[in-house]
């Protein structure tokens, strides 16, 4: 079975070629997207290689991609386009510059051989109301985000602002919504899910995907300005789409994540039993701490 990995990320050529080193099978193709505000060499030897081996594409339509914005999906719904393009792909995997494989390329294949079929994306129902947490609540959907209008670790006295402006809109926004004034989801339209970002799509559910939005504009156009929308959008088609009854919650990640924080935790050799479950089959996110655990990975799975 023939597999696209579809990689997300800010970082080098050279650090992307090493993670591509370690997924490499005949059987295997890359769409990578490179944040637009990565600085690109075009004669960087490694970006040479990458743009010349033909089981791999790098867009060039580049996107700003901004924490908790929209146009992440842009990327993600672009990468999709273009594995749809290589030959006989059995299932596409999204994953960012900063994940590893958990397991052997054998053991990938197998496993999807397996399971060929259903489709592993993190989901629930919003709103989800036995949490009580933001996150999981209706305020992503039917409040006006900024998030692509600015930086949030920026200390530039414009993102600064901007980070203001839109804090002081959500809270006024929650003010108007006792009174019935707020943003609308029409009920023509899929439920709202959310989950990980992170997901194993068969061929054809991508298909449908790229196809809904193609079918549907309108549809794509209603998560701008919404909150985290690449935590909704996959989840909300695929969840309404015949696809839904083999829909499998276990997105095949290990992540540490921080509750409360915007980002995973470095993995180190602790993280190994989490690492080495047998449904982990990538992992994330790999740092300069991580070195330890990354030649342990070299020498006995790959």
Not at 3 to 25: G, Q, V
Not at 40 to 64: A, E, S
Not at 92 to 119: R, V, W
Not at 258 to 287: Q, W
Request: charged residues 25%; positive net charge; aromatic residues 14%.
């Amino acid at each position: 079975m023939n597999h696209a990995f579809l990689i997300l990320t800010h970082f080098s050529p050279e650090k992307t070629y090493d993670l591509i080193n370690r997924l490499a099978d005949p059987r295997h193709y890359f769409v990578i997207h490179f944040d637009k505000k990565t600085q690109l060499n075009t004669q960087d030897p490694f970006y040479i290689k990458l743009t010349t081996d033909p089981h791999i594409k790098v867009l060039t339509d580049r996107v700003d991609v901004q924490w908790g914005g929209y146009r992440i999906i842009n990327a993600d719904l672009n990468m999709m386009r273009e594995a749809l393009r290589f030959p006989a792909i059995g299932y596409m995997h999204l994953i960012t510059g900063q994940c590893l494989p958990a397991k052997s390329n054998s053991y990938i294949q197998d496993y999807f051989n397996k399971h060929n079929g259903e489709q592993f994306i993190d989901h629930f129902l919003l709103p989800d109301t036995a949490t009580g947490d933001s996150l999981t609540s209706y305020h992503r959907v039917d409040k006006y985000h900024l998030y692509d209008l600015f930086s949030h670790r920026s200390a530039k006295p414009k993102d600064k602002l901007l980070a203001r402006v839109n804090n002081a809109a959500r809270k006024l926004q929650r003010i108007l919504k006792p009174l019935g004034i707020y943003r609308r989801y029409p009920a023509h339209y899929p439920p709202v899910y959310a989950g990980s970002a992170w997901w194993s799509l068969s061929f054809d559910a991508a298909k449908y995907v790229v196809d809904y939005v193609d079918q549907h504009p309108d549809f794509l156009r209603r998560f701008r300005y919404t909150q985290f929308v690449d935590e909704m959008f996959i989840q909300t088609v695929i969840m309404g789409s015949p696809f839904s009854s083999k829909v499998n919650s276990n997105n095949l990640r290990y992540i540490d994540f921080i509750y409360g924080t915007s980002s995973p935790k470095d993995l180190t050799l602790e993280h190994l039993p989490g690492i080495t479950a047998p449904d982990a089959l990538f992992a994330r996110k790999f740092t300069d701490a991580s070195k330890e655990l990354i030649e342990f990975l070299d020498k006995n799975v790959y």
